[in-house]
Nanobody
Framework: QVQLVESGGGLVQAGGSLRLSCAASGRTFSSYGMGWFRQAPGKERELVAAISSGGRTNYADSVKGRFTISRVNIKKSVYLQMNSLKPEDTAVYYC????????????????WGQGTQVTVSS
């Protein structure tokens, strides 16, 4: 019914930038709350950024000022622009969606993407 496919991950040096993309299927994408989570080895999956159907955004303190989440509803896509990357940002990044409610926690997620690896070298 709903599929999320991430792309744009890769290996970058500290201080560099990456832009992640999430392409979604679904009849009513514009109504979905969307978000990005990340999970590093041995750590719990955590919310990085979220954007509501109305365009309101929320960021983890660790990425605030460096990352920007956006969406283009006509393309059924959500993006994560990551600047000033740090080695601590290394993780698998997952696109996430909820059909009605804003994405806040893991429990709020109805649909997950497969993930894309981001590796930041020191």
């Amino acid at each position: 019914q709903v599929q999320l496919v991430e792309s744009g991950g890769g290996l970058v040096q500290a201080g560099g930038s990456l832009r992640l993309s999430c392409a979604a299927s679904g009849r009513t994408f514009s109504s979905y709350g969307m978000g990005w989570f990340r999970q590093a080895p041995g750590k719990e999956r955590e919310l990085v950024a979220a954007i509501s159907s109305g365009g309101r955004t929320n960021y983890a303190d660790s990425v605030k000022g460096r990352f920007t989440i956006s969406r283009v509803n006509i393309k059924k896509s959500v993006y994560l622009q990551m600047n000033s990357l740090k080695p601590e940002d290394t993780a698998v990044y997952y696109c996430a969606a909820n059909s009605m409610v804003v994405v806040t926690t893991i429990e709020s997620v109805e649909h997950w993407g497969q993930g894309t690896q981001v590796t930041v070298s020191s």
